[in-house]
């Protein structure tokens, strides 16, 4: 099986890695993080110059087509500069369901926005006792007229605080964890009745916290089915989850390179760390875990494609695992052997463990992914 990537591919991957190299050093990130909500504007402005905000996109609206191995290479990218601009809520999230979901009217409205920077989105799912699952919504969508009422609270909205227009998930019939019942709507984040309170993340991105009251949207904010749209839901997270794995994928290698750099310097008893056998061995079995992270994360975005919801959701939940693990055994290895500085906020090594942890956090942890597989009879 051929893993090389064609010349369309290798030219994104060493466009957007020259993009990077050339503006988002850890120093420059820092001055990012303290702009108003937590990201640089120049910097999306110039991924979008380069047209990696309309990377997924179809030709029809304005994008380029691409694919699952497209969106990979961003990612990974994104995860070795430790980008905090919103790829994954606008791009992958909020465009995942214009693109599987939207009329369009509705593509038309947002996708131009989203391809040239000047739009946002963010995904309104996690309440308060939902944990990871994505039924679980008491958020209520009520009819009036041909429009709707949506009442309800959502916590953790990645982007939140600056996004443009808010993906929300409301129950518009049945009870609470119902597997039916459930409608995803596009809600102008200035919409009256929307209140916002935003805050940093301990990976250093911005989410808030919002709460919806009384918000009166029109019948052209109905995304797919108002009464069935879980499948729509799932599909989403799908497409994030195998984002997720690939940002951690980047996020690993980085942290690699960056601690065999580390140990080849630091000198005890007046020799480099990095001589003593037993850290070999610990920076070789990084290597490891580091590349079954990589093969999984390729498995991913090749299962993604999987015309079986199911076959797709369990290889996309395998991954998940496999992806938790390595990010928790190559993030305290890191850390470990860059010993107390990797603890301070000045080195970039505990910024990348954060970043690893909260994507094992984020749509589902290890625990609950292999929970999935196990239910599901495996893998195979």
Known sequence: MDFDLNEEQRLLKESIDGLLTDSYDFESRKKYMAEKGGWSKT?????AEQGLLGLPFSEADGGFGGGGVETMIVMEALGKALVLEPYLATVVIGGGFLRHAGTDA????????????????????????????????????????????????KFVVLNGENADTLVVTARTRGDRRDKTGIGVFLVPANAKGVARKGYPTQDGLHAADITFTGVEVGPDAVLGNPEDSLALIERVVDDARVALCAEAVGLMDESLKTTVEYIKTRKQFGV???????????????FVAAEQARSMSMFATMANDFENAKER?????AAKVQIGKSAKFVGQQSIQLHGGIGMTMEAKIGHYFKRLTMIENTFGDTDYHQRRVADAGGLI
């Open 43 to 47: 910097v999306w402005l110039k991924l």
């Open 106 to 153: 509705q593509r038309a409205a947002h996708v131009p926005g989203i391809i040239d920077g000047s739009k946002t989105l963010a995904f309104a799912q996690l309440e308060k006792n939902s944990r990871y699952d994505l039924f679980d919504v008491t958020t209520t969508a009520k009819k009036k007229g041909d429009g709707w009422i949506i009442d309800g609270e």
């Open 272 to 286: 480099a760390i990095g001589s003593f056998q037993s850290l070999q061995h610990r920076a070789s079995d990084m």
């Open 313 to 317: 959701s369990n290889a996309i939940a």
